[in-house]
């Protein structure tokens, strides 16, 4: 056999990837060992809170002295335990959610966090989407949470939806969207905004979430003879249907839920394989009336979904280092982050 023969070159590979995934299951279960024991620590620290603030202070000096050579037990990192044990006081999830995370992901989230509820939100969302540290960062500081989670949505699709494609699609709608890397300029058009949407598409497809996959902009289609463009298509592969989406640079108008309507019906027809799910659609404006929105869909037979979005000049300038990389979005996370990031 040739060195360079192909069937040789795949077996290589094939074994290569096989190295890959056992160092990755070595680095993953090390990880949750390790967080384990962080609550283990963090829960006899606060039975012996008795012993007062020294209690830390002493532990962290005598840990040193009998294990010189492993980072991770500071005062800091211990204070951090006591916190984890504090924040998150059932064993199970500790077991089944924290300790899939690492270190520096639990730190971020005890710090940023406000109730339970939101952490473990945050925490379930970064292992389902292989959220990096600075991705995790990313949607803490644009409220991701408050925005998909507990913020009003006006849409339709529990009643134009079967579910549960409805429960999906209703966790996936924000309100508002957050285009942070689009500079709010007096004068901006749709189409300029949509041109900075699809020139950033990495960033983009964060905003919108898990499953997003770009078709095209100013995507053509053509009806009796007539041109129409929607302004932006995309596949969700968890919802494994199409979703149109429309920009305004307006306060919402009862007549473009009806554009839209017209949008989906076309896209069902000509693009819509059998094995899909209906398509949706997610029409953003700078402001939306919630009664007028209402009574723009009641009677609308496609699903759709009605926010706002914001450009960068409704956030602190410093969030502009927060924004995640394409690489970012690829689920690498204990990989990269588990090594040095003990030792807080």
């Known amino acids: 056999m040739l060195l360079n023969d192909n069937a040789y070159i795949k077996t290589v590979e094939r074994i290569k990837n096989h190295i890959r995934e056992v160092q990755y299951k070595i680095i993953r279960g090390a990880n949750k060992e390790l967080i ?10 606060i039975i012996n809170s008795k012993y007062g603030s020294k209690f830390i202070d002493n532990l962290a000096r005598d840990i040193k002295r009998d294990f010189p050579e492993i980072k991770g037990f500071s005062i800091r990192n211990l204070k951090y335990m006591r916190k984890f044990a504090e924040f998150v006081p059932d ?6 959610v924290s300790a899939l995370l690492s270190w520096s992901h639990n730190i971020h989230l005890f710090d940023k966090t406000k109730t339970f509820e939101e952490y473990i939100w945050y925490a379930n969302q970064t292992i389902a989407n292989g959220w990096s540290l600075s991705s995790l960062e990313y949607h803490v500081s644009t409220k991701t949470f408050q925005r998909q989670v507990i913020s009003d949505k006006i849409e339709n699709f529990k009643t134009r939806l079967p579910h549960p494609q409805s429960d999906l699609a209703v966790e996936t709608l924000k309100n508002p969207y957050v285009f942070d890397f689009i500079e709010q300029r007096k004068g901006i058009i749709e189409r300029e905004i949509e041109q900075e949407l699809v020139a950033n598409i990495a960033k983009t497809i964060m905003e919108l979430g898990t499953g997003f996959a770009f078709v095209g902009n100013q995507y053509h289609i053509e009806i009796s003879n007539n041109d129409y463009y929607l302004d932006l298509l995309f596949y969700n592969t968890v919802l494994r249907c199409y979703v149109v989406i429309e ?9 473009y839920a009806g554009k839209l309507n017209f949008y989906l019906s076309a896209i069902d027809d000509l693009l819509k394989h059998k094995s899909d799910n209906p398509s949706i659609g997610i029409l953003l404006c700078k402001k939306r009336n919630k009664i007028i929105v209402e009574y723009a869909l009641k009677d609308i037979n496609k699903p759709i979904g009605v926010s706002e979005y914001r450009l960068s000049d409704f956030l602190p300038a410093e969030l502009a280092d927060t924004l995640p990389s ?18 807080e």
């Open 91 to 96: 064993w199970k999830k500790v077991q089944t």
């Open 36 to 45: 384990k024991l962080y609550w283990n620590i963090g829960e006899i620290i």
């Open 326 to 343: 394409a690489e970012d979005i690829e689920k690498r996370v204990l990989l990269k982050n588990y090594i040095g990031e003990n030792d």
């Open 247 to 255: 920009i305004k640079n307006t306060d919402f108008k009862p007549e």
